[in-house]
């Protein structure tokens, strides 16, 4: 697909593209109205050339036109061999040179011409041309200098000149010559253009701005000033304002790319995750091949949920860069949101056949592995990782599969070997004080959970652990009321924290409050069985036998949650129905 160029706010860049383009014959190239061309079709320093002379020139340019360099090299000189008082032929000679690479040759040549012919206008331009290509940046302004005191009408030379001193950030010489310009030709938008985008080089935004907003006033289509207005906006932070700004360059030019990728980034900031989806779609369906889009656009359909088109973005990017480790990763992270738990995991064997020791992936595998109920394969991985290196959750991680593998002993052995490396944690202490408290060790259980709050005081899951706990047992229930409410403080949105608030109510006899907060409790989590129990026994209190039923009822559709419940519950539901 055919796009529009775009203005590049970098000014240095934009004379970089001017200077070295291979298309220029005797003037350097750019992207302003070219002044009238000074060039003629034959000799200009003999009052008739020869005929043989014309014939080689005309067969050197129609080859030139055609884009057969290396004739029109030939053509050319033999012109200038019968015709070697006209520095016209040996300047086409340097154009065809610089063409084909061969700058030093031309510079040189170029540099005897200048040296015959001073004012010969289209040779200094040709040179201007070759110093600015070779960096020789303050030869090149020497002679577009000069250029301007032959020719005052040629303005391309003071925008060269004004942006070769941007270039070197010497930014108020660039625009005290480029305001010169501005001065022989008052509505020049490219004049005006430049000085502003020196203003933004420079950093000075609010002259940058009133700049480009003039470019505006001359040009009102100008969708490179409403790109450029846009960068300043966001550079002060004003998103709203950028966000205005893309969109109208957009309006103007579709094609404008670098404003549709900032205008996606800003809508990716602002969480506007669909309207960042559009741009960078309509980017792609520009840019097919841009694997960099496919990429955002694929982390962006996941964060939206959007799982099978994240999965399709993020298979183009792998089939392009089949050993990229974390389009992988991202991709098993969008499998498993699907369910797809298999192809999710031949998707880490993959990164890890790439990477053996990348712990996300070996975490995220170990992970899949135990939601599969593979958990003695979960164990191999969790090994593995505490091999590669050692922080206190891996020793949780591993313990907690073997609690789902009920093996309690190896649980326990796991933990302590955790707190071996790592004494003073408190997740630690946590985790092996519920191992206790599956041994019925109730003692060692409050010890630890002690340990815990003594380490991290504000430690919700060990408040809420201890608290629930006493009330089980019906002791200490003011103490547990205190340190349920204090989780709750911590974690005010847990409904297994509500949970526990109700039941320490309900060992008070405060069955009013008790039903309170475990109605909420099933607001926030409604799958859970011993809140559904919790629930029937404060409705049975307060007399209220149907609802109470109900709530058992609901319990026991999600008793495979919770071990020995099932029984105690179709006691109760038996004991209500008969």
């Not at 020869?50 to 033999?78: H, I, M, N, P, V």
């Not at 380490?455 to 899951?461: M, R, S, T, V």
């Not at 559709?557 to 109760?572: M, N, P, R, S, T």
Request: glycine letters at 4%; hydrophobic letters at 35%.
């Amino acid at each position: 697909m055919t796009t529009r160029k775009l203005f590049c706010i970098s000014v240095s860049f934009a004379f970089f593209l001017m200077a070295c383009s291979p298309t220029v014959s005797t003037r350097p190239t750019s992207p302003v109205p070219a002044a009238k061309t000074l060039r003629k079709p034959l000799p200009v320093y003999k009052s008739a050339p020869s005929q043989e002379s014309y014939f080689k020139y005309t067969l050197g340019y129609q080859a030139e036109l055609e884009g057969r360099w290396d004739e029109a090299l030939k053509y050319y000189r033999e012109a200038s061999g019968l015709d070697p008082a006209s520095p016209y032929l040996k300047v086409q000679i340097g154009s065809i040179l610089l063409k084909k690479g061969k700058v030093k040759e031309a510079t040189s040549l170029v540099e005897k011409i200048t040296k015959q012919y001073p004012e010969y206008l289209p040779a200094l331009k040709l040179l201007g041309q070759l110093y600015n290509g070779r960096k020789m940046k303050e030869k090149a302004i020497e002679v577009y200098r000069k250029i301007i005191e032959l020719d005052p009408g040629y303005t391309d030379a003071y925008l060269f000149i004004g942006v070769l001193y941007a270039s070197e950030q010497q930014y108020d010489k660039a625009i005290s010559t480029l305001k010169q310009l501005l001065s022989r030709k008052p509505d020049s938008i490219m004049a005006i253009y430049y000085i502003a985008s020196v203003y933004f080089d420079s950093k000075d935004f609010d002259n940058a701005e009133k700049y480009f907003k003039k470019a505006l006033e001359v040009k009102s289509d100008f969708d490179a000033a409403y790109f450029n207005l846009g960068v300043i906006s966001e550079a002060r932070k004003e998103t709203d304002k950028a966000v205005e700004y893309y969109k109208k360059a957009l309006q103007l030019n579709p094609h404008n790319l670098q404003a549709r990728e900032r205008l996606s980034r800003l809508y990716i900031k602002e969480e506007k995750y669909n309207e960042a989806i559009a741009e960078l779609e309509n980017m792609s369906r520009q840019l097919p091949r841009n694997i960099e889009i496919h990429m955002r656009l694929g982390l962006l359909y996941l964060d939206s949920n959007d799982y099978d088109k994240a999965v399709k973005e993020f298979r183009i990017v792998i089939e392009a860069r089949p050993d990229e480790v974390s389009t992988r990763y991202y991709l098993s992270l969008t499998l498993e949101m699907l369910k797809q738990y298999d192809s999710a995991i031949e998707e880490l064997k993959k990164l890890l056949d790439l990477d053996s020791r990348n712990l996300n992936a070996l975490l995220h595998l170990a992970y899949l592995y135990a939601e599969k109920g593979k958990y003695g394969e979960a164990a191999k991985i969790y090994d593995e990782i505490l091999s590669i290196g050692k922080k206190p959750q891996y020793f949780v991680y591993k313990a907690m599969n073997y609690l789902k593998m009920k093996d309690i002993d190896a649980a326990e052995k796991t933990l302590k070997e955790g707190l071996k490396n790592f004494p003073d944690d408190d997740e630690l202490y946590f985790n092996l004080a519920v191992v206790y408290e599956k041994r019925d060790n109730f003692d060692e259980m409050v010890r630890l959970l002690e340990k815990t709050l003594s380490i991290n005081p504000e430690h919700a899951d060990a408040l809420n652990y201890l608290g629930y706990s006493y009330a089980e047992k019906g002791i200490k229930l003011d103490t547990a009321l205190k340190l349920v409410r204090k989780a709750l403080s911590l974690k005010p949105d847990s409904g297994y924290i509500l949970d526990s608030l109700g039941w320490v109510y309900y060992k008070l006899g405060r069955f009013e409050d008790s039903l309170k907060e475990l109605q909420r409790a099933v607001q926030i989590i409604n799958n859970d069985p011993v809140i559904y129990d919790h629930l029937g026994d404060a409705y049975l209190k307060l007399g209220k036998q149907d609802e109470a039923l109900e709530s058992y009822r609901k319990a026991l559709l999600y008793h495979d949650k919770e071990e020995g419940i099932k029984e105690k519950l179709q006691d109760k539901i038996k004991r209500l129905t008969h």
